[in-house]
């Protein structure tokens, strides 16, 4: 099983609601990751997590708050968003340390609009 | 953040080969080149890295310039379903990717 699921496909939700990305793997992969991409540009990382430790944060706003339950399980909480982060999400997953220089298997995506 | 210069857009014929060219002249000696495709309403898709040596894989080749400032993505023979954009980048083995704007390849049938 090659595949990182991401639950729903599409949200859309108001500036005041509080909702949730979901996305998993079963692949034994212990890097996981969030990324946006708005439309027409290339992905931008948001968060890495790294046996289950977020790793990186490239800065994103605390309205944005991930998740890392278990080895296959990857959470985005989203409270109070504005209109601009309508966009993308992608998770990703790879094997993470000591293996870096290896392929980042990705999600179709949660198409997210914020009204 | 590591910068990649990629054309905007190309076309090619179908079954014919197809060479997408970057330019990466701030790479260091320890970074990886890599590339990445996104299909139409898809995630994106590893497609093959490389560090110093030409690479080959089912899906594409890889040719690196001796001074490794530039590399190009070969398809050998392109199909209808190879249309994506087409992301290269380069990062020093960690988890970060950063993704350049790409290359928006379109197929000729």
């Known amino acids: 099983d090659t595949e990182v699921t991401q639950t729903p496909k599409h949200l859309v939700m108001g500036m005041t609601n509080k909702k949730s990305l979901k996305c998993e793997q079963h692949m034994g992969h212990r890097a996981m990751y969030w990324y946006k991409q708005k439309a027409k540009k290339p992905p931008e990382l948001m968060f890495v997590?790294?046996?289950?430790?977020?790793?990186i944060n490239e800065s994103v706003p605390s309205r944005f708050s991930p998740e890392c339950p278990n080895s296959s399980l990857l959470n985005l909480h989203l409270h109070a968003l504005q209109p601009e982060d309508s966009a993308l999400y992608l998770c990703?997953?790879?094997?993470?340390?000591?293996?870096?220089?290896?392929?980042?298997?990705f999600g179709p995506g949660t198409r997210l609009t914020v009204l | 953040d590591a910068k990649t210069t990629q054309p905007n857009s190309m076309e090619s014929n179908e079954e014919e080969p197809v060479h997408l060219p970057c330019n990466h002249s701030t790479i260091s000696g320890t970074d990886y080149i890599h590339w990445y495709r996104q299909l139409p309403s898809q995630g994106p898709e590893y497609v093959i890295h490389?560090?110093?040596s030409n690479v080959n894989n089912r899906m594409a080749s890889l040719a690196i310039a001796e001074d490794r400032k530039s590399s190009t993505l070969i398809l050998h023979r392109a199909t209808l379903r190879d249309a994506a954009v087409y992301y290269c980048i380069f990062n020093f083995g960690n988890e970060k990717l950063t993704f350049g704007t790409g290359t928006r390849l379109t197929i000729i049938p």
């Open positions: 997590y790294s046996y289950e430790k977020l790793s």
């Open positions: 490389g560090l110093t």
């Open positions: 990703a997953s790879s094997q993470g340390r000591p293996l870096l220089v290896v392929e980042q298997f």
